[in-house]
Structure formats: C-alpha cells, structure tokens
C-alpha cells in the first residue's frame, strides 16, 4: 500500500489566505480553489466581486494542478497548435484547464494538493496562486 | 430592475465556523458548501475525514436550497412514491437534491443564499446545516 | 418528406402571455418554457420571484412534452415504483421529467409544440401550463 | 451581505425587443437570450428561422458575458493561439463562450446582466447584442 500526504482544511485555510491578502493588495476580487493530491476540493472563497464564470474555472485549475502534477500554464505552453499536448484542454469534459492560475503545492518534492486561482487576468491568477503557496511554504 | 440581497464572503465564513463547531461537537467531519440567492458557490469547506463523494452532494444541496427557497428535506417528503414531486430528484442532471442538510438562508423572509451538509446521516446533515443557518442570524 | 407543423415566436408568446395571467392570478411567478415539436426551446421567461432551479425544470418539462407527445404527469403515473416506466425519470441525464407541469400542445390531433411550467406546487404548475395551451388554441 | 441589482423580466422583454428589431432589420432571425448578473436565464426567444445550435450558444454567450462581466469577443481575442487565455474555450463544460455576440448589460458601471446572440456571423450577433443593449440604456 501506499502513503499520501494531503493538504488539509487548516493548511487549505492558510493558502486561501496568503491568496486573499495577494488578491486584495493587487485589486482583484478572486475566486480561490484547494484542492488534495486526489485532486478532490478541499476547500474554496470567492471574494466580493469574483466572477460567477471564475467558480468552476478556479475549482478545475486546481484540479488540474494537483491532478496532473503541473502548472497550468505548463499545459498553455504544451497545448499551442502543433505541440504535443494540442486539444487536450478539452479533455475531462473541460475540466483539463491550460490557461496560468492553477499551481500544485508541493513539499519535499511531493505533490500534497493543489491550488486554483481565476477572476483577473492569467498572470494575475498566476501571481496569486503562486502567493499562496508561498504562504502555506512560509508556515511549514 | 431588481435588487437582491445576498451573502458576502464574511457571511459565509461566520455560517461555516457555525456549522463546523456543530460537526465537531457531533463528531462527523463535513462538507460543508454555502451559495448565494443565485444558487451560485461562495465558500466550501471539506473538514479532514469529511467524504469524497459528499463535496458535490453538499454544494448541490446548497445550490437546491438557495435556488429553489426550500429545504431540501421538503422535496423528500414531496418526492416520495405517489407524492406529487415524485422523480424531482434526478432534475437538473441530478443537481436537485430531495435529501436533508440543504437550508435558504432567509433575513427578513427573504432568500439571501443558502447552506448545504453532506457527510452524515441526513438527520446529522440537517443538524449541522441549523447550527451553521444560526451562528449566521445570531450575527446579525 | 414530412412536413411538420410547429409553434413559432408568435404562438410562443401568446402562450407565455396566457400562463403568466394564470400566475399572476394565484400568485405564483413561474418559469415558462415553449419547445416546439422537435423538443427545441421556442421561447422563455422566468417571471420575478421565479426559482433559479426552475429555469431548467421547465426547459425540460417542455422539451418532455413535446418531444414525447405526452403530459409530464403521464409519466409520473407510469413511473411508479412496480409501473412499467419506473426508473425514466433519470432517462436522457436526467431531462427527461415526470413531475406536473408538462404539456404538449396539440392541433387538430397533431402535437406542434410544448410548455413546461416551474417554480409552484405540481398542482400549480399544470394548472398554469393548462392556461397557456387555452390561450394559444383560444388564439386560433 | 451584498446587494446587487439585476435585470428583471420587463427589462429583459426591452431587450428583446431591441435585439428582435435590429435582426429583423439586417434580415438574420436570431435567438436571444437575457441573463441577470448571476448568469441565470431571465428570458429567451428563438426568432423564425433561428437556429437550433444557436439555443444553447445564445444562452451561453449570455451567461458568460454576465457571469465573467465581459464581451465574448475580448475572450476571443484573449485566447488566441499564444495568448494568455489560450484554451479558455472549452472551460466550464464548454459554456465559456469566446466567440462573438455576448455582452455585459451595465448600468452606472455596475453589471447587472448579460446578452447572448446567436444565428448570424459572429460579427452580426455582435451587432444585434449592441442593439439590445442600446435599447435598454434609452429606456433608462
């Protein structure tokens, strides 16, 4: 049999805050999505003002990026007309998201969960994705 | 136009700290979803143990309760065999929920959103979707 | 070749305009649906106060209706538990509905069309979508 | 809690109306659907001789337009091949609309709604969307 460490809800609870305060200082209302290393929610917020659009999309990044093990914007990159991974962000129903926000969170070099990040611009979402991991990092 | 009211991230959060003291003095780990009058998500929390299967249980129950104004136990007692509402549950590619632990969320008779539990027994889901609808009026 | 007959835009809202009197008259703002006899959506209106639930539950009613040429509590008879069509209520992902509030609409014997009504008890919703079928053959 | 204001189904019929005479006028039947700021369907009408896929592309350009508070079309341009949000069309189901003819209805710089066109070329839907709107903002 095999171990996997998870985020859990209090770890979830403190990237979803170190993305708050990044999202805040930036402007931008977010919706935030932590998701476990089965790519299952564990938790979620949307900020007064996040898109209703934004909802599934922060959800499915993050499912993506613990699922696949990946930045989603590393499937952007893959998934341009003539490259390897072309189509595949219609995969999963469309849940495969390719486009920058949706980051795994990893520890020792294990993947633990992930985290999705959608209401601004992609380099928007990634930066402040990428704020809470840094946060859940910090508290390690 | 009209003007709605609904719940606010900071609603959400004092509705899930309600319903997550109620789980933990129960001692069932929850799903624990809540949406706004438009049905759509605000804040989920998955507590650690809280069931796979139960993320999209509870923020369909949530989604069920906020859009239609009811609880979802009603629509179990009216979707019963022979009951008028028979065959509801499987509405809306199975999004409608007709089992308990889906509440509105009602200020001064008016839907403002609503809270969805999944993880118990519906009786439990129930209990704890009331302990969290409270926190939120007491807060008032 | 055949050569269907089928409601169009006008006949759609001569029959929205007929069950919203209905509804307004009982007090109940509805959702209403118009498919035409290929099951397509001719026309929609959810009313103020109408439920955000209901805006597929009536598209589907309807889509029942007319794409089975049969009242939606037709088969909520038949689907009973130990009924011949027990178990279709979750037929087509879930659209194909067997609650009251389904109606073709029929000329001369010959089905053109659909409405479905959603947001009140069964019992209200028929007696809506009954107005709305009076209306567009008063129309004639 | 929030308080958001939201087309209501007499703005939505104004809508409608403007959008109707303006695809009348370039001889395109269109269907038409009218969102309120949580991206739910307010109203629809498929005009004569609109087209079957263009129901649900109506109503999602529509929901997109006012769920994410953006035209369809800067989507569009945003997802090119090499573009940020490359990929983003098949997000949320496929109900992500990129192309043209979605549009936020907004009023004192506040969304409260969206319009979907679809039957006509992109840049057609386009233009009755804005007829659609423009008809409501005289009506104001």
Known sequence: MMTARRLDAADAAVIIAGAREKATEIGVPMCIAITDEGGNLVAFERMDGGK????????????????????????????????????????????????????PVAVDGEVVGGIGISSGTPGQDLEVAKAGVAAFLDSL
Request: net charge positive.
């Open 52 to 103: 209703v659009t934004s909802i599934t999309i922060a959800i499915d990044k993050s499912f993506t990026a613990s699922g696949a093990k990946k930045a989603t914007h590393e499937y952007g990159e893959a998934s341009q007309p003539g490259a390897p991974a072309y189509g595949i962000a219609s995969a999963i129903g469309g849940r495969l998201m390719v486009v920058a926000g949706g980051l």
